[in-house]
């Protein structure tokens, strides 16, 4: 190890003196070394883990098994991960006032707003919850915490001009197939990534989606997007399975990150005026369904949501139409 430190050491000076000092510096460094031990230093870096219970991995096993996604599970262990380092105590000691502590002190010091903290709370919620049901602890402390007020920002679905806007921008077969896939199932971004061309059932009108939680669920093609998707196909000429492909050979399944920048670039030629992404379009069916009477139980089932509240925060019943029912019907 001492003759490889002085080698690269040397390398380092070459070209920068002479060579008979470069000689000189050599000899001396040899002999300087000769009384030391070297090794390299370890730069990795190891995090400490003695603060995390011992059910710590258990739960997130559990939680896999049962179909969380990955980015919930990477959201999970960044949060709990914080709150047990800053708590520093026995999974068994952790009081209701630990936690309250915990969360106050958050948001003092980095300054996070109400849905933040309360996404934060609901995650050591969770996790003390499940802690308890398994018999780890005797009971939840985070059980007596009232969820955290805060307003939620109003979510404004595409109006029926701009889905028309956004419509009359897409210049290629692809971009419009995209745009009217995402409008007819209301589908996530993952999910169009991951649709294959055997997915879409032209006969039955019906697309197998297969999305958060890794459930499966089927959306319908109104005519718009059947038209698309087979006049996309028809000007393709690969053999990839994936339903969306990249424009370049060797025409690989086009990645979420591709499909969000496309219809971003859309939205801005578009005219729209406001930043456009493929959850407004989901949000636009959702909301347009029930603008136009489906039955709220049904268009849950088209947005794959477990719980119909979820539903009810994409897809607000317009205003208008309330009012308009409340004239006819409370007369």
Not at 25 to 44: D, H, K, M
Not at 95 to 103: A, E, G
Request: proline share 3%; glycine share 6%; hydrophobic share 35%.
């Amino acid at each position: 190890m001492r003759e490889r430190f002085v080698n690269e050491f040397m390398t380092k000076l070459e070209g920068r003196i002479s060579d008979d000092d470069l000689r000189i510096v050599y000899q001396q460094l040899i002999i300087f070394v000769g009384e030391y031990e070297i090794s390299p230093r370890n730069t990795e870096v190891v995090l400490y883990e003695g603060y995390l219970p011992e059910c710590y991995k258990i739960f997130f096993v559990t939680r896999k098994i049962e179909g969380m996604s990955m980015k919930s599970l990477e959201l999970y262990d960044m949060v709990l991960r914080d709150f047990f380092y800053q708590v520093n105590k026995k999974l068994e000691e952790i009081s209701t006032n630990d936690i309250r502590l915990y969360l106050y002190q958050t948001q003092q010091t980095r300054k996070i707003c109400n849905s933040t903290l309360d996404g934060r709370r609901t995650v050591i919620h969770v996790f003390m919850e499940w802690a308890a049901n398994e018999g780890y602890i005797g009971s939840n402390p985070c059980r007596n915490i009232k969820p955290i007020k805060f307003e939620r920002p109003q979510r404004k679905p595409l109006t029926g001009i701009e889905l028309e806007m956004l419509r009359n921008a897409c210049t290629s077969i692809k971009d419009k197939a995209i745009v009217e896939m995402f409008y007819s199932t209301g589908c996530r971004v993952t999910e169009l990534e991951r649709l294959d061309i055997t997915d879409v059932d032209f006969q039955k009108k019906e697309v197998y989606l297969f999305g958060k939680g890794n459930k499966h669920r089927t959306s319908y093609l109104n005519a718009k997007a059947e038209l698309a998707i087979r006049n996309y196909l028809a000007s393709r000429n690969d053999n990839n399975q994936a339903l969306f492909v990249s424009d370049r050979e060797p025409h690989n399944r086009i990645k979420k990150a591709a499909i969000e920048k496309r219809v971003r670039k859309l939205g801005e030629t578009s005219g729209i005026g406001r930043r456009v992404y493929p959850h407004l379009i989901r949000h636009t069916t959702a909301t347009d369904g029930l603008d136009r009477g489906m039955p709220v139980e049904e268009v849950q089932q088209i947005l794959g949501h477990v719980n119909i509240a979820t539903t009810m925060i994409y897809a607000e019943v317009s205003k208008a139409n309330v009012k308009n029912d409340h004239r006819r019907c409370i007369v």
